[in-house]
């Protein structure tokens, strides 16, 4: 059978962005020449949530008008991208201690209830279980899993909370202070992940 992938870059940099070419080694460890690979570019940003989408969201499926419908588009795109996907690789530089906003903006999007999650009466429940997630994560100075570290912490809950708990962090973090080194060990974490996607 073959797997799909879903690859997500959220670096504002299309070029000379070492996040993109971390995730994209982890694309080619994990893969193989029957993936489907799906690729996400988040660079151009995803419109933020807005009072017609809100409106949207909270109304019941069976009551939605067209306009309804075509504000929800983009978001019910993004959630059967993910939601096909079997391993998911997301690129994620840490800007001012936190996710990029074009990544925020993906989450936002696909965290719905009653579609990728739901309250029951013993509390949240994901959906989107039974898949894999490695997040290709760097840094200028900030130090993956400090106490300034608002990202990582932050992404691992989320996608939890939509059920997705096979969650590894590759990092190249410190990169202003010795990228040399922080390469070197992010490279040879990627060469050691298996590929079982």
Do not use: C
């Not at 299309?14 to 893969?31: C, E, P």
């Not at 151009?44 to 009072?51: A, H, K, M, T």
């Amino acid at each position: 059978m073959t797997k799909t992938l879903l690859h997500i870059d959220s670096s504002a940099r299309r070029t000379g962005s070492i996040s993109r070419d971390l995730s994209q080694r982890i694309v080619a460890q994990v893969s193989d020449g029957t993936t489907h690979v799906v690729h996400r570019d988040l660079a151009d940003g995803l419109p933020l949530l807005s009072e017609a989408w809100i409106g949207a969201n909270f109304t019941p499926d069976t009551d939605r008008t067209d306009d309804h419908r075509a504000e929800l588009a983009l978001s019910d795109t993004l959630i059967a991208e993910l939601t096909a996907a079997d391993t998911v690789v997301i690129g994620m530089p840490i800007y001012n201690f936190g996710v990029p906003s074009s990544l925020k903006a993906w989450i936002d999007h696909v965290s719905r209830a009653g579609v990728t999650f739901r309250y029951t009466e013993a509390g949240p429940e994901g959906l989107l279980d039974d898949k894999r997630v490695i997040v290709a994560v760097t840094t200028g100075g900030t130090p993956v899993g400090s106490e300034i570290d608002f990202a990582t912490g932050y992404l691992r809950h989320i996608l939890g909370f939509l059920g997705i708990k096979d969650v590894t962090f590759v990092s190249a973090d410190r990169l202003s202070m010795d990228a040399e080194a922080s390469l070197a060990q992010a490279h040879r974490a990627v060469e050691a992940l298996d590929s079982a996607a």
